[in-house]
């Protein structure tokens, strides 16, 4: 017969108590393991969240600058073209041996075969002509070829030459 009031054997009750505090200790620290893992992860979710704003303002940057870059890009390739096209039609109205002094001259001048005369000075080279020079320059004929006596440039004749 089960006599439900009382322990017949006083030692399994010690053990049973015994495994029960050890389960309860177990339990605790799984508990204090599992808290400590929860706020670890509540640490990475924030640290990882902090990244990806940062990333994706970043990539809006990125995307910013590059729209600004193929703009300008852009801009300045419709730029060239029309400076290319203008280039053309200019050069094709010219004199043949003209056009062949500027071009010999350009390879040797930096890209600059001709330079204008403003304000009595060569723009190739900055040299400011004389007087008599000026005077020279100024009774030349429209079509004849001016040259700088320093850098050897055609001398472009403009409204503010000074002459
Ligand atoms: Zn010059």
Do not use: W
């Amino acid at each position: 017969m089960i006599d439900a009031g009382q322990v017949k054997d006083p030692k399994a009750l010690e053990r049973m108590l015994g495994e029960l505090q050890s389960l309860r200790r177990r339990i605790n620290s799984l508990e204090d393991t599992e808290l400590e893992v929860m706020e670890r992860l509540e640490t990475a979710q924030t640290s990882l969240d902090q990244r990806t704003a940062e990333l994706s303002a970043m990539e809006g940057e990125e995307a910013l600058l590059r729209a600004a870059f193929e703009q300008k890009a852009g801009a300045l390739q419709t730029q060239l073209s029309a400076v290319q096209d203008e280039r053309q039609v200019t050069a094709s109205g010219l004199p043949q041996d003209l056009l062949a002094l500027y071009e010999k001259l350009r390879a040797q001048k930096n890209g600059v075969g001709a330079a204008a005369l403003r304000r009595r000075e060569c723009e190739g080279c900055r040299l400011t002509l004389n007087a008599s020079d000026l005077g020279m320059i100024a009774k030349a004929p429209a079509d004849e070829v001016i040259r700088c006596e320093e850098c050897n440039r055609i001398l472009v004749r403009v409204a503010e030459s000074g002459l």
